[in-house]
């Protein structure tokens, strides 16, 4: 069945384009969503009056979105995520969380423009954004583990005389909390 898309449907088409679907999810889902009409003589007729009509704005469009794309250029992304011993992930890394990071940079992206497999492990990645169907950037994205940061930086710390003698301090203190103990064990005899 063919359907003329009203807007844009990542994985499927974008807006205007003319796909092939199955019969049920044109007549299930597409048209009763409004998302798609079908693609009759006629429609396709007006569609291509419509192209005509509106070529300078789609262009406008086009290069709004490759103003977008250029602010993305260079940019990429160090996720720190809690990970396991294994290097597996607790949770994962999605599209929402790629937003986020990119909205930290000051770079505003809707998390529903972004593709890509949700990541559950450490490693290099890649995320896909597509500001129009003619401008596609890929966004490189790397996931490192959150608690290694802490550990290197404690390994390259040395141990200084103020460190050795908080420990030592540390070790001091257990004997005071065994006075305590042997005190309170003392006063319910005593009742």
Known sequence: MEIILKEDIIGLGYKNDIVNVK???GRNYLIPKGKGVIASA???????????QQAHKLAAIKAEAEKKAEALN?????????????????GSVNTATVAEELKKLGIEVDRKI????????????????????EVEVVVPV?????????????EEAP???A???????????APVAED????TEEAPAAE
């Open 23 to 25: 019969s049920g999810y």
């Open 42 to 52: 006629s429609a396709k007729k007006i569609l291509a009056e419509n192209l005509k």
């Open 74 to 90: 260079g940019v990429a992304l160090v996720i720190a995520a809690k990970v396991s011993a294994t290097g597996v992930t607790y």
């Open 114 to 133: 972004i593709t890509m497999r949700d990541i559950k492990k450490v490693g290099d990645f890649e995320a896909l954004v597509h500001f129009h169907k």
């Open 142 to 154: 790397k996931v490192v583990a959150e608690n290694a940061e802490v550990a290197v930086a404690a």
């Open 159 to 161: 141990q200084t005389e």
């Open 163 to 173: 460190s050795q003698a908080e420990i030592a301090a540390a070790t001091e203190t």
């Open 180 to 183: 305590v103990v042997t005190e």
